[in-house]
């Protein structure tokens, strides 16, 4: 079994941090994939460096299996943010377009309706890259922070993003590379230590939180994990919910009645969130006050039809 982490020499918030990874003891060249992807070994992880844009080469880990034979369990991108606001940050998020119809063509990778499992380590990482990242004094400057689910490429294994934003001048900066090089090779238990967020469904809290809602730094579910250190799975913004209005009524508009792929996506989002945590109690965590009361009841309604329970902040302490 080996974990795959994805650099890109396109983008400088990718290819920065990787090289800080690979200054770091153990490292071996490795398998050259495809005769153009390059890779380094370091115990159980593979280290992957390309030169098309993060979200362009899909299926790395089963091209990487079918070449190699080597069983995948994760999947790791290093990657740059954009953000209108250009303030400097460090995200993490799972990915997937499950709101997207066929026909649809994604705007940043992925295949409509697909959601990758995410990857049980976000949680756990979350709480570490605070540390880290406190600890070279990038907090306050740095916002630490999850983003929604929102692009490709396309995984079937369990899958993260983690990124450096919003300009060129964050993406180049040292002590964010570092930053990032550190919460992968501690995460991973490259230095010796304890992997950080193995997922095992008999440890004493195995439920899971399905984000449904909130903008696209779903903040009320990114407090919830911060306080709580919570396992996570996928988190799904308003906008990948989208939904019909039904104009004025007089009686009970039910969620068949509403149109949109929001029933799809949220359909998706779970049975993606079961794939990456097998034996986990999947609770959907919502944003409420994210949303108009009719779409509220119809994302209660149909949670209820599909058997999806709905959790407070309390129950994923």
Known sequence: MVKLVVATTVDPASICPAKELLAMPGWQPGTTLDQCIRSFSNGDVRLLEHDKGIVEEDDLDQRWENATGQTVDEVIFLSKHTAVSNRPALTIH????PHLKEGDVPPQGGKP???AP????MGPWMILLNKIAESHNLIPEFEI???ATHHGP??????MF???GSTEEYWRRPDAAQVVALLVWEGLGLGGGPPVGNWSSTSANNKVLLGIGGGHYVPRHTDVIK?????VGQLLSGYSLPMEDPGPSKGKVNAQDIAGTWKHSIRAAYDATKAGFPGGEILAHLDQKSFKSWQKNAIIEFLGAQNIKIGKPGDFR
């Open 113 to 115: 309706g697909w959601a």
């Open 162 to 164: 983690i990124e450096i």
């Open 118 to 121: 995410p990857n049980p380590r």
């Open 227 to 231: 306080k709580d250190g919570c396992w």
């Open 94 to 97: 799972p990915i997937g377009v």
């Open 154 to 159: 396309v995984t079937t294994k369990p899958t």
């Open 145 to 147: 922070t999850f983003e």
